[in-house]
């Protein structure tokens, strides 16, 4: 008896999985916006209300994937040791998966979800809408934490830092896969930029780009 909910869970997961390589497989071939989710049931030989039990929109069929890193991310950060920043905890998250990209395969994977995305506007919305809920999320963490100092200005300013950071290593990974950089080159160069731009948070934003007099006097 005590075997029985794992066996369930097991079942469940698998049934998810098996929708979701169903449903990126069928998206990679004809684009995101040609695909219906009855397509999806049908080739993955489940009722189109099953698929809707595991993945409420058609557009969470595509995301799955990025959610969970989102939730994983922002667990994080509320799970970190005592003592350790918000920005140590993000930035250790962001930098250690960075590693992964070292697969050849993650490459492909990710070339091919940056092709169905670029030709998909519903996409595009429904990335920016992940991207800001997870942001307003980690600013109501912040504040939960800091309690009566919490700053709600202060706090949203830092969430949309460290997730900006985030969100540019993204755009710059999917780049150079379209670009076609494979393995560890990718992998390390992705840490680097990382390193570099989470050092610009820690150090401080106040002597950044300040605009060179030789500029401001050329446009007099």
């Not at 990126?24 to 049931?41: D, I, W």
């Not at 991207?131 to 939960?144: F, G, M, P, Y």
């Not at 934003?205 to 007099?213: K, M, N, V």
Request: without cysteine.
């Amino acid at each position: 008896m005590s075997s029985e909910p794992g066996l369930r869970e097991r079942k469940k997961e698998r049934t998810r999985q098996l929708i979701g390589e169903t449903a990126q497989r069928l998206f990679s071939e004809r684009g995101f916006e040609a695909v219906t989710v009855a397509e999806v049931a049908q080739a993955a030989d489940v009722s189109v209300g099953t698929v809707f039990n595991y993945f409420p929109t058609k557009e969470e069929l595509f995301y799955s994937g990025m959610e969970a890193f989102e939730e994983q991310l922002l667990e994080a950060v509320r799970e970190r040791p005592a003592a350790q920043s918000v920005l140590a905890a993000f930035r250790r998250f962001v930098l250690e998966r960075s590693s992964r990209l070292a697969v050849e395969e993650s490459a492909d994977v990710i070339a091919s979800a940056a092709r169905v995305i670029d030709a998909s506007p519903a996409l595009h919305a429904r990335e920016r809408q992940v991207v800001a809920e997870s942001t307003d999320a980690l600013a109501d963490l912040i504040v939960q934490e800091q309690g009566a100092r919490a700053s709600t200005v202060e706090a949203w300013a830092v969430a949309n830092a460290l997730m900006g950071v985030q969100r540019a290593l993204v755009a710059h990974v999917r780049a150079r896969v379209l670009a076609g950089v494979r393995g560890r080159g990718l992998a390390a160069e992705v840490k680097a930029e990382g390193k570099r731009a989470f050092a610009r948070l820690e150090a401080g934003l106040g002597d950044y780009a300040a605009r060179p007099r030789k500029a401001v006097n050329e446009a007099r």
